[in-house]
T-cell receptor, first 119, second 113 residues
Framework: DTEVTQTPKHLVMGMTNKKSLKCEQHMGHRAMYWYKQKAKKPPELMFVYSYEKLSINESVPSRFSPECPNSSLLNLHLHALQPEDSALYLC??????FGTGDTSNSPLHFGNGTRLTVT | GENVEQHPSTLSVQEGDSAVIKCTYSDSASNYFPWYKQELGKRPQLIIDIRSNVGEKKDQRIAVTLNKTAKHFSLHITETQPEDSAVYFCAASWTRGGNKLVFGAGTILRVKS
């Protein structure tokens, strides 16, 4: 069982389609993340939301558009993707993006991911 | 930015033997070092983590050590079992850019029975 739920599990889309990936957590975490993972590679950070505000954008192309409607939900809107965007898209959450007074960080809890194929 | 190097890229051990995976990081300001296990087709799962004010942490068959001076940390798995076979990622928390995890390239661990 995972406490971070991602839908859909699989998505096939054409280069002209518009689709959205959804992520939900009910652990009270105030930081949420999108990662992209290609086969046999580590997860690559795309976006970080902290307290529903975008705090990090790792120079991601504008065809990926994140949205955080509330503290439990995170969306990733996709438009005009390229075949090389095919990957596993992982959502994660953590207790706090900015940590405590000693700037320590808390663990990321990952969802099961959405396997995206762009044709 | 932060850079995390991980070795070896693949590791094969006999069931019951120990496995050690090593990582180095570049930014002395990094203060949190988790390890994730990812089985084929599944999500990364945290198996152990360590903070910069601690030198060693153990959880049953898994232990992590941290040497801040040398900027390296290691994962030790004792009495390996076939179910330990997976990809293991180390990571370092980089705080200068807004608190983000930087992952190592990963180690494929195969435990032969």
């Amino acid at each position: 069982d995972t406490e971070v739920t991602q839908t859909p599990k699989h998505l096939v889309m054409g280069m002209t389609n518009k689709k959205s990936l959804k992520c939900e957590q009910h652990m009270g975490h105030r930081a949420m993340y999108w990662y992209k993972q290609k086969a046999k590679k580590p997860p690559e950070l795309m976006f970080v939301y902290s307290y529903e505000k975008l705090s990090i954008n790792e120079s991601v192309p504008s065809r990926f558009s994140p949205e955080c409607p509330n503290s439990s939900l995170l969306n990733l809107h996709l438009h005009a993707l390229q075949p090389e965007d095919s990957a596993l898209y992982l959502c994660a959450s953590s207790r706090d993006s900015f940590g405590t007074g000693d700037t320590s960080n808390s663990p990321l809890h990952f969802g099961n991911g959405t396997r995206l194929t762009v044709t | 930015g932060e850079n995390v190097e991980q070795h070896p890229s693949t590791l094969s051990v006999q069931e019951g033997d120990s496995a050690v995976i090593k990582c180095t990081y570049s930014d002395s300001a990094s203060n949190y070092f988790p390890w994730y296990k990812q089985e084929l087709g599944k999500r990364p799962q945290l198996i152990i983590d360590i903070r910069s004010n601690v030198g060693e942490k153990k959880d049953q068959r898994i232990a992590v050590t941290l040497n801040k001076t040398a900027k390296h940390f290691s994962l030790h798995i004792t009495e390996t079992q076939p179910e330990d076979s997976a990809v293991y990622f180390c990571a370092a928390s980089w705080t200068r850019g807004g608190n983000k995890l930087v992952f190592g390239a990963g180690t494929i661990l195969r435990v032969k029975s």
